[in-house]
């Protein structure tokens, strides 16, 4: 009788860890940046060990611009964040203004060229 429920408990626990989608977790301290977009606000964290995002815009689109500050190849690297959308990256430190800087913005729709992330599924990137 022990076997069957530990399996129950084992598959209801995987259900369980592959309903949240993986680096969704958002911070509980106070966000670097809050945009208002209407009653709700979209916030980004960027703490030089990583960068999360909580889109909470029911129409705007969640657009993060890094800016590499190069004279050999400056790039700009876009990634827009649907609506209803949490993020977060480990490891991205997008605080250091030598190599570039890090900037926010509402949309009504997605950066062209970039990363696309949805509400549900894997980034993609957007034809234009």
């Not at 429920?5 to 860890?17: F, R, S, Y």
């Not at 509980?28 to 909470?56: E, I, Q, Y």
């Not at 062209?112 to 599924?121: A, K, L, N, P, S």
């Amino acid at each position: 009788m022990k076997k069957p429920l530990t399996a129950l408990t084992l598959a209801a626990a995987a259900v369980a860890t592959l309903a949240v989608p993986a680096g969704a977790a958002v911070p509980k301290t106070p966000p670097t940046a809050t945009l208002k977009c209407g009653s709700r606000t979209a916030r980004v964290w960027n703490t030089g060990t990583f960068v999360a995002v909580d889109n909470r815009c029911t129409k705007q689109w969640l657009i993060l611009s890094y800016v590499v500050a190069s004279q050999s190849s400056p790039a700009t690297f876009d990634r827009s964040f649907a609506p209803g959308v949490h993020f977060r990256h480990d490891g991205w430190n997008m605080t250091d203004e030598g190599r570039g800087s890090l900037f926010w913005r509402l949309a009504v729709r997605p950066q062209c060229g970039g990363e696309v992330f949805h509400r549900h599924g894997k980034p993609s990137g957007l034809p234009c």
